[in-house]
Every structure is written in C-alpha cells, then in structure tokens.
C-alpha cells in the first residue's frame, strides 16, 4: 500500500469510526451509547452573523441547554427538536481528516452555529467521539480556558448504557436555516424555549 493510499484509508476511518461513536450493537437488538453530563453553552454574536463561544460549564440541571446572545439584545434558547434540526441538512464529519491540520475544514464553517456546537463540549451529546477535542478558534480565549476545564470533566463523566436501537432510515430533511450564518442567516429557535440533553 502506498503512503497516499494509507492516508486516505486512515481518514475514512477515522470518519467511519466517528459516525458510529457512541453505539456498539448487542445481540438482543439493542445498542450502548455514551452518557454525559449535561453542560451549557452560551453562543454570542460578536459581528453580524458571526458568533463564538463565550462560556460553557457543565450543569446540575437535567438537560443540557445551548444560550444564544444576538447583538441586539435578544436572546434564545435552543430546545432539543431545534438542535436536532440543526444537523438534518448538515454532516459536521464532511470533509473531516485530522482537522486540526487542515485549517480550512474549521473556516468553511466559522459562523455557523451547529459546528460551533458540534466541536464544543456540546458536542459530547450530539455524537462527537470523547476522543475529539473541543476547537479552540471558536471560543473566546478566556471562554477557551474554562471550556478545557469542562472538557475533562465531561469526558470523565462518560458512561455507557444500553437502549433501545433506533431505525437506521435517514431523518427527514428540514427546510430551514437553522445555525446558518452571514447571508444565509439564521432562523428558528423560539425565546427562551426548551432544551435538550439529560
């Protein structure tokens, strides 16, 4: 096998590895996934569109809750339905391969709020290996420093547990914009709405 052959088969495996994270199948039809505990994350829009990380820590409540901090003032509360829609029209993996030495990866998505939160520590709950680390170029350098703080306690945090599988058909894709920035806006999210994790 060539180098160049063997780099391209370690990134599809990584990625293949990443996509199943967190399930192993069990011969009575049911899978182990990973538990954490749940954490908040409070986005901020610092340019129009544009947003970062101002604070995460991990939460005593029941659910994890995702804040998000508009220039004008407002603020919203992502419930988990919101989140979830987050990813229905987007693979946070596509074109992944060792992205911390591929700068490019991370800035095609710079303002868009379901990366950000999928390499946060956020990210834990919605099926980023606990083998991934949190990227530091979306957090604020103070917001950074007390999010590798929350990472190890996250990470420690992991359990297993077995539930029940859920069908492998592809979830309905959604039609709206949620996390898109700059141009493409974003929309959805109702004021102080629900959250999600547990």
């Not at 052959?5 to 199943?20: D, E, G, N, W």
Request: charged letters at 20%; hydrophobic letters at 30%; aromatic letters at 12%.
């Amino acid at each position: 096998m060539t180098v160049a052959s063997f780099k391209k088969f370690a990134m599809y495996a990584v990625v293949a590895a990443a996509l199943t994270v967190g399930t192993q199948s069990c011969s009575d039809g049911k899978v182990e996934a990973d538990k954490y505990d749940n954490v908040t994350t409070t986005l901020v829009e610092y340019e129009k569109g544009q947003f970062r990380i101002e604070d995460e820590t991990v939460t005593k409540d029941s659910v994890s809750r995702t804040i998000i901090q508009y220039m004008d003032g407002t603020e919203k509360e992502l419930g988990q339905g919101e989140v979830k829609a987050l990813f229905a029209d987007n693979d946070p993996l596509e074109g992944y391969a060792g992205a911390e030495t591929q700068p490019a990866y991370y800035n095609n998505h710079s303002g868009d709020i379901w990366f950000l939160l999928y390499w946060s520590n956020m990210g834990y709950h919605l099926g980023r290996p606990h083998t991934m680390g949190i990227h530091r170029g979306f957090y604020s350098p103070t917001a950074y420093t007390r999010a590798t703080a929350t990472q190890t306690s996250v990470v420690k945090s992991r359990t297993t547990t077995r539930v029940a599988a859920t069908s492998s058909k592809a979830p309905v894709k959604s039609s709206s914009s949620y996390g898109r920035s700059s141009s493409r806006g974003y929309s959805g999210g109702s004021s102080r709405g629900g959250s999600f994790g547990g």
